[in-house]
């Protein structure tokens, strides 16, 4: 019977949404256990052998992806350690499970504790212990291992994100940019999954650029579906932010925002996520300039951009930032009609992350430099 409704459900259901399967993985949930330990001898005083730890090592170059495909059970169980006996009186341990992970992970069991983050090749972790083996003092019983679901959350690695409320152009400017194919509506949320795409140079140089959900306000109070994204412009080079010179309006009930307070209601999600994004090389593209009275509309921005500071001023406390970010750049450009606007954008980002990357040269060579002065330091005798 069981068999029977297998083979008849099977074919009606249906394959996973198209918008489902885009985009990548970026959090997997596994079960790991850490051997028990073995038990004692009480006659002879036998220790029972300490159970295998659970442990990961991240690795360069590997995907959530491949982790999840290497086992799909994705179950970790480390081996038990052995029972104390007559001929082992010290009962062997239980080998430990290693397995791939790819760096930037951060480990978190479903309770929230956090377990660690993997930020480099080769390191590792152990996430759950083996239990101890028995002898005199627990009664020469075994503990068992530590076990729980955790939580792998991939924070992407790319040069430049994007930010924006939805619809403002996003996906519209990365497919225009790059070699990315993410889909396009006029319709909120369109983008689910982060996106990656990349942007190839003439001189064979390539910048990633991230494509993320939209934020709404609020997003920060989890609200919509984009602040979970955020964590993935903590180890971006560059934010560009993109918005509609129309303004926004999620749907009638919401009140309508310009353009104006879409730029400040982002800065604000930006603030309550992590106040160090406002830090970051931040680009200002003002999108959809090829929509009627644009240009209008655009010069007034420009304008109140030169105070940004005294035009938040005059909003509530809860809708305004306490620090404004500060554009490298605003510019005003159509993402979906002008292939020289697009063109534009491209110059400038690799402009600004040439000039970023220079910026972080020079502030290690001043370090070096300052090594290399510290042996030469005066020594001598003190004269009093
Ligand atoms: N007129 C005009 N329409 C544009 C321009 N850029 C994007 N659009 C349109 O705006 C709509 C939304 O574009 P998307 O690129 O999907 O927007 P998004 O920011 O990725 O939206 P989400 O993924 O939902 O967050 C689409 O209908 C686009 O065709 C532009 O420069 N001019
Ligand atoms: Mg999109």
Redesign the pocket.
């Given at each position: 019977m069981v068999y029977l409704s297998r083979q008849c459900f099977d074919k009606i259901r249906k394959p996973l949404r198209k918008y489902l399967r885009e985009g990548f993985r970026d959090s997997l949930r596994v079960f790991v256990s850490g051997g028990p330990g073995g038990n004692g001898l009480p006659k002879f005083g036998g220790v029972g052998g300490k159970g295998g730890d659970v442990i990961v090592e991240a690795t360069e170059g590997i995907s959530l992806e491949t982790v999840y495909k290497a086992n799909i059970s994705k179950r970790y169980a480390a081996q038990k350690g052995k029972h104390a006996s007559h001929n082992f009186i010290l009962g062997p341990p239980g080998e430990d499970v290693v397995f791939k992970v790819p760096v930037g992970v951060r480990l978190v069991t479903e309770l929230g504790k956090k377990l660690g983050e993997l930020n480099e090749d080769g390191e590792k972790l152990v996430i759950a212990k083996g239990g101890t083996g028995g002898h005199a003092k627990n009664g020469f019983l075994g503990t068992r291992g530590q076990a729980y679901p955790v939580k792998m959350d991939l924070k992407l690695i790319a040069d430049v994100g994007?930010v924006?409320?939805?619809?403002?152009?996003?996906?519209?400017?990365?497919?225009a940019i790059s070699e990315a194919r993410?889909?396009?509506?006029?319709?909120?949320?369109?983008?689910?999954r982060p996106i990656l795409g990349v942007i190839s140079y003439e001189d064979h140089r390539q910048v990633s650029i991230a494509?993320?959900?939209?934020l709404i306000e609020g997003a920060y109070s989890n609200r919509g579906m984009?602040h979970e994204f955020l964590k993935h412009i903590e180890r971006t080079k560059l934010l560009l932010m993109?918005v509609?010179v129309n303004g926004f309006q999620l749907s009638p009930q919401y009140p309508h925002r310009s353009c104006l307070e879409t730029i400040m209601l982002l800065n604000k999600e930006l603030e309550l996520y992590n106040e160090d994004l406002l830090n970051k090389h931040a680009i200002l593209l003002i999108?959809?300039?090829?929509?009627e009275g644009s240009e209008a509309k655009y010069q007034e921005v420009r304008k109140v951009m030169k105070n940004f500071k005294g035009f938040i001023s005059t909003y509530k406390e809860d809708l305004k930032p306490n620090k404004p970010i500060n554009f490298t750049d605003i510019l005003a450009?159509?993402?979906?009609?002008?292939q020289s606007?697009v063109l534009k954008v491209k110059t400038r980002l690799r402009n600004l992350l040439d000039l970023v990357s220079e910026l972080n040269e020079s502030s290690d060579s001043e370090d070096v430099y300052s090594d290399l002065k510290k042996p030469f330091v005066e020594k001598g005798p003190v004269l009093v």
């Open positions: 994007l924006g409320f939805p619809n403002a152009g996003k996906s519209t400017l990365l497919k993410p889909r396009i509506a006029s319709y909120p949320f369109t983008t689910v494509d993320l959900p939209g984009g993109i509609d999108n959809k300039m090829d929509s450009i159509s993402a979906k009609e002008s606007d």
